[in-house]
């Protein structure tokens, strides 16, 4: 599992998604408290991809973790740094989760937004949330993307 706060290799992870150790967001990354964080005790799928990585029992590029919210690196990125940020109580959509998972995950990708500009030197990113699989969803677990735009692409996102 990677926390960066406690791998000795940050580097290479850093560095897959164009961060510098040498650049301030890392610090961001490296101050965030981890002392609260627990094991996976909610509520869970065992068919559902996400509550596997929430479990350990699949490997994702985590980026951030509390203990309602999971972020970590999509493994099919519409761009580099593309994050999702999960809440932990498994959910099919926004419109199953508690007020308090809805606030956790969007408290979360803030402060990641935030990170990923800084850090990746772009001027924005979209939030993009499909609810249902007319919307696009794909993954039955309510989840946030966050994907950084520098504006080169000439193309949006959603609108």
Do not use: W
């Amino acid at each position: 599992m990677f926390r960066l706060s406690r791998d000795s290799r940050p580097n290479l992870l850093l560095n897959r998604v164009g961060i510098s150790s040498r650049t301030p967001p890392f610090h961001i990354f490296q101050s965030i408290q981890r002392s609260k964080m627990s094991s996976h005790t909610h509520s869970s799928d065992p068919n559902c991809i996400f509550c596997r990585i929430l479990s350990g029992s699949i490997p994702s590029t985590k980026l951030y973790e509390d203990s309602h919210t999971l972020a970590f690196l999509d493994i099919n990125p519409s761009a580099p740094g593309h994050t999702l940020v999960i809440p932990k109580a498994h959910s099919a959509d926004l419109t199953q989760m508690s007020k308090d998972s809805v606030q956790s995950v969007f408290s979360t990708a803030q402060l990641m937004g935030s990170v990923l500009k800084s850090a990746l030197a772009v001027p924005a990113f979209n939030l993009i949330m499909n609810n249902g699989k007319e919307s696009g969803q794909i993954i039955f677990h309510s989840h946030v993307h966050l994907v950084p735009q520098n504006g080169e692409s000439g193309r949006l996102i959603a609108t």
